[in-house]
């Protein structure tokens, strides 16, 4: 029988039509992240430029814009697309075709597909906020992400929190209707859960807000 939070996750991805996609690069990553959460588009790519390897894995891919339009190092690389949405991942993979990418429909809260051969970075912009419960239970997907990664991998990505110093009428009001609608699920969100989450299973290098999200970059240890 389906649980709660798998329902719950479902709902949230519902959202996603092909029709979204088509206006998501404008409307998210073009108004919204200027002029809503204050955390701008191209301080989340320069994260990609910066820390995607040459064996790295995306969560949460959206319309695939980061590595669309990141510039990386020419050369061989293996990547991968994970959603739990089909369309995001299709949207995705064809935007991006010329990686040939692997693609892996799954929800990171649960039991990841077997067989996946770990990755040196690992992406997840915009997701946590996206995931159903608080903290403790969000926690499951960040330990989940840390099993396909190889020791010394890069995790780096970006979370909305609410009651940000930045917060502002229009993020106030789109935080509260998409948390009403099952969109967002981080209410009881905060910057300090997510250290503790987040340390529990890596080495922090950076953690800090930018506007209304949480950008960080964090580390696979050996603590073996």
Known sequence: MENVLEKESKDGIAVYSRWLLNIYDA?????????????????????????????HLDVGVGSGYYLHRAKLV????????????ENCLSYAAERIRHYHPETY?????????????????VSISYVL???????????????????VM?????????????????????????????NRRGIFHNTADTLG???MSLSRH??????EMVGCAAVFVVYKADRS
């Open 193 to 195: 859960e997510l250290r």
């Open 74 to 85: 020419a050369g061989e690389r293996r990547v991968g697309l994970m959603d739990m949405s």
């Open 129 to 147: 906020h996206c995931i159903p419960g608080d903290m403790t239970k969000k926690e499951a997907a960040i330990r989940n992400l840390a099993s």
């Open 202 to 207: 890596f080495e922090i290098i950076s953690l």
């Open 27 to 55: 409307f998210v990553l073009g108004y919204n992240n200027r002029y809503v959460w204050r955390c701008p588009t191209s301080l989340a790519l320069s994260l990609y430029e910066k820390h995607t390897s040459r064996n």
């Open 105 to 121: 429909r799954a929800n990171i809260l649960g039991e990841l597909p077997y067989g996946i051969m770990p990755f040196d970075s």
């Open 150 to 178: 190889n020791r010394g991998g890069t995790l780096f990505g970006t979370t909305l929190l609410p009651h940000s110093a930045a917060e502002n009428w229009q993020s106030h009001l789109q935080m509260n209707i998409y």
